[in-house]
């Protein structure tokens, strides 16, 4: 089992930045890919961002350029530098840990998540 805790949202004004961080224990030789995805009101779960245990990393689209994926494997953390927020990204962010197998992966252990709120 892997344990996934996060924490960092808040409230922001449009523009600003907002670090997030997700804190893991357990089993952590079980998985070898971590990401965020996000959830706004009455929207589908999204991927964010994720990296491999190589250090590649993908973005989503929307977020490339805006938005950096990172870990500190010393620390068993990972992060999420958020800047040039847009009321948009208002959301839940998740972080969660799975495996990748190349063409897909899979996500087994989800963190119970944390608010960014962003206001105009």
């Known amino acids: 089992q892997v344990q996934l805790v996060e924490s960092g949202g808040g409230l922001v004004q449009a523009g600003g930045s907002l670090r997030l961080s997700c804190a893991a224990s357990g089993s952590l030789f079980s998985i070898d890919i971590m990401g965020w995805y996000r959830q706004a009101p009455g929207m589908q779960r999204e991927l964010v961002a994720e990296?491999?245990?190589?250090?590649?990393?993908t973005y989503a689209d929307s977020m490339k350029g805006r938005f950096t994926i990172s870990r500190d494997n010393a620390k068993n953390t990972l992060y999420l530098d958020m800047n040039n927020l847009k009321p948009e990204d208002t959301a839940v962010y998740y972080c969660?840990?799975?495996?990748?197998?190349?063409?897909?992966?899979?996500?087994?252990?989800w963190g119970r998540g944390t608010q960014v709120t962003v206001y105009s």
């Open positions: 969660t840990a799975g495996r990748d197998y190349g063409s897909t992966r899979t996500y087994d252990y």
């Open positions: 990296i491999i245990s190589g250090g590649s990393t």
